[in-house]
């Protein structure tokens, strides 16, 4: 038997702005709020233990570091990348350049705190 990831924690100085973006990105729902101002995001119908990683915005005042050492990939799964990339832009996601050629086939961008994600090339089908 192996583990498999169940929750990415993210601090965030603005956990609900985080919560109410990464839930449009997914399609997530909001699961639960903490007394510490946490918020669990996860599919609706399944939540956490579901066969997706529910995602946990936790506060913080301490600054972003410069480069996170994990990043999101995500694909889109009912259109083409560029109609994606139109779509997540339009919930406040924003360009980022990191130092990409322009030849790859993934888009660069960054959630409306700054931590980059990338959306992928490929649609897969929806979990």
Not at 26 to 55: K, M, N
Not at 101 to 126: M, Y
């Amino acid at each position: 038997m192996a583990c498999r990831i169940s929750e990415l924690v993210i601090d965030a100085a603005d956990p609900e702005r985080l919560a109410v973006f990464w839930s449009e990105v997914l399609g997530y729902v909001e699961l639960s709020r903490e007394g510490d101002g946490s918020i669990e995001i996860g599919p609706p119908g399944t939540g956490f233990g579901g066969p997706q990683p529910t995602l946990v915005f936790g506060p913080t005042s301490d600054p972003r570091p410069a480069k996170l050492r994990l990043h999101i990939d995500v694909n889109a799964t009912d259109r083409n990348q560029d109609a994606e990339l139109e779509r997540l832009l339009a919930l406040g996601a924003r360009p980022v350049d990191i130092g990409q050629s322009g030849a790859e086939n993934w888009r660069v961008l960054a959630d409306p705190e700054g931590n980059e994600f990338c959306l992928l090339h490929a649609r897969i089908r929806p979990a």
